[in-house]
């Protein structure tokens, strides 16, 4: 069983890791989200599942 501390310092990882996926997505050029399929506004749904899952 995970202790509270632990469980803290999963969220705190995956938060972490949330904010570096959509710094890296706004950075991308218009043309390379357009060559992606991303639309701007979709960065943030995509960085939640690519961390948190489905």
Known sequence: M???IET???????AAKYR?????LETLS???MLDL??????IKEIARKAVYGA
């Open 2 to 4: 995970m202790t509270l």
């Open 8 to 14: 803290m310092k999963q969220r705190a990882a995956k």
């Open 20 to 24: 570096e996926t959509v710094t890296e």
């Open 30 to 32: 218009r043309h390379q």
């Open 37 to 42: 399929d991303i639309y701007y506004g979709d």
